[in-house]
């Protein structure tokens, strides 16, 4: 009898631990995957190849994809898609964080743990959480962005972050590569410092530009008005 119960328990550790192993893989959000190619997201999502929307050229490439996951129903003929959009964000070609935005009617009444316990299921236990789950909103923390964290999970090199923002109300859901992440950061950081140190010299040709384009007009209106004028 002993030796059954200590093999039933080994079996449900098992089976604990082979669930715990899939739901820790916070790279992973439904069948795209960080550090995927631009080409490979867009032909998952169906997007138009060029819709991709170029964020910055230097001294990294950030680009971004928008999609909005197709409709679905129960056997009620009832929407249960909960997703309103998907951002995808890549940094020299590599899928570095998706933000998955909800929509407000289908997320409605949700306290932050209805989400927690629905989330967790599929990526484990989050190491950060509000203290008073019940609520709505009552957050830790705040994001980069300012909105509320609702809760977090994190692996070796992956967040994944659950926010509320407040003004309008939203919610969203953010799976990032960290280390990548802070390469962008910097990198668009480092792209406003140029901007800012090559501004002068941008507004000194513009103004050049300007210049010329109103010597050449002249000079054009001159050819077609001098035979006309008579004093």
Same mark, same amino acid.
């Given at each position: =009898?002993?030796?059954?119960?200590?093999?039933?328990?080994?079996?449900?550790?098992?089976?604990?631990?082979?669930?715990?192993?899939?739901? !820790?893989?916070?790279?992973? *959000?439904?069948?795209?995957?960080?550090?995927?190619?631009? %080409?490979?997201?867009?032909?998952?999502?169906?997007?138009?190849?060029?819709?991709?929307?170029?964020?910055?050229?230097?001294?990294?490439?950030?680009?971004?994809?928008?999609?909005?996951?197709?409709?679905?129903?129960?056997?009620? =003929?009832?929407?249960?898609?909960?997703?309103?959009? #998907?951002?995808?964000?890549? *940094?020299?070609?590599?899928?570095?964080?998706?933000? #998955?935005?909800?929509?407000? !009617?289908?997320?409605?009444?949700?306290?932050?743990?209805?989400?927690?316990?629905?989330?967790?299921?599929? *990526?484990?236990?989050?190491?950060?959480?509000?203290?008073?789950?019940?609520?709505?909103?009552?957050?830790?923390?705040?994001? &980069?962005?300012?909105?509320?964290?609702?809760?977090?999970?994190?692996?070796?090199?992956?967040?994944?972050?659950?926010?509320?923002?407040? *003004?309008?109300?939203?919610?969203?859901?953010?799976?990032?590569?960290?280390?990548?992440?802070?390469?962008?950061?910097?990198?668009?950081?480092?792209?406003?410092?140029?901007?800012?140190?090559?501004?002068? !010299?941008?507004?000194? %040709?513009?103004?050049?530009? =300007?210049?010329?384009?109103?010597?050449?007009?002249?000079?054009?209106?001159?050819?077609?008005?001098? &035979?006309?004028?008579? &004093?």
């Amino acid at each position: =009898m002993n030796r059954l119960s200590t093999l039933a328990v080994t079996a449900a550790a098992l089976v604990i631990a082979t669930v715990g192993l899939h739901a !820790q893989d916070l790279s992973q *959000y439904r069948e795209f995957r960080l550090g995927n190619t631009l %080409e490979s997201v867009e032909k998952a999502t169906g997007v138009a190849p060029g819709e991709a929307k170029s964020i910055q050229q230097r001294p990294g490439r950030i680009e971004e994809l928008r999609w909005r996951p197709s409709e679905r129903y129960n056997d009620k =003929m009832v929407p249960t898609e909960p997703v309103r959009e #998907v951002i995808f964000t890549f *940094y020299n070609d590599q899928l570095f964080k998706i933000a #998955v935005d909800y929509d407000r !009617q289908r997320t409605e009444g949700l306290t932050d743990a209805d989400l927690i316990d629905s989330i967790s299921t599929r *990526y484990g236990v989050s190491i950060l959480q509000t203290t008073d789950l019940p609520t709505r909103g009552l957050a830790l923390t705040r994001s &980069p962005d300012g909105d509320a964290v609702v809760a977090r999970w994190s692996d070796a090199d992956t967040s994944l972050t659950l926010v509320r923002g407040t *003004y309008p109300t939203t919610l969203r859901l953010i799976l990032a590569l960290t280390s990548t992440d802070a390469l962008a950061r910097n990198a668009a950081a480092e792209a406003a410092r140029l901007d800012r140190a090559e501004a002068p !010299q941008r507004e000194a %040709e513009r103004v050049n530009r =300007m210049a010329e384009d109103s010597r050449v007009a002249a000079e054009k209106a001159r050819v077609v008005n001098k &035979p006309l004028f008579k &004093p």
